[in-house]
């Protein structure tokens, strides 16, 4: 499994960026979970927001509720972070992560659960 983050750049604070992770080498059925982690410089990376490929479940960080959206196009094999209302705060490395598990609805917060990473895409908010 190959995964390819993409779409961060360098915003304002306010504005809103949508980030895509396209995967590839096995399709992603519905024992598939997959998520989104962030790094802040100096910071440990920690978990943002995931989801259960069926559709059964999404959760979210506290930090992040109402601010930013998981979504995935099964057709694309992409998933997507909608982050909106975006601060200097969320600036970060974001990286997109997935692992296989038969669990219907469980969806793990923890980095060593997840066997796949993307590259990472820098997102850089200024004030």
């Known amino acids: 499994v190959q995964l390819q983050a993409s779409g961060g750049g360098l915003v304002q604070a306010g504005e809103s960026l949508r980030l895509s992770c396209a995967t590839s080498?096995?399709?992603?059925?519905?024992?598939?979970?997959a998520g989104w982690f962030r790094q802040a410089p100096g910071k440990e990376r920690e978990f943002i927001t995931g989801?259960?490929?069926?559709?059964?479940?999404?959760i979210y960080a506290d930090s992040v509720k109402g601010r930013f959206t998981i979504s995935r196009d099964g057709a694309k094999s992409t998933m997507y972070l909608q982050i909106d209302n975006l601060s200097p705060e969320d600036t970060g490395v974001y990286y997109c992560t997935a692992y296989y598990s038969q669990m219907k609805f469980k969806i793990s917060r923890d980095s060593h659960d997840y066997d796949y990473w993307g590259q990472g895409t820098q997102v850089t908010v200024s004030s």
């Open positions: 080498g096995r399709p992603f059925t519905t024992s598939w979970v």
């Open positions: 989801l259960r490929w069926s559709g059964s479940n999404t």
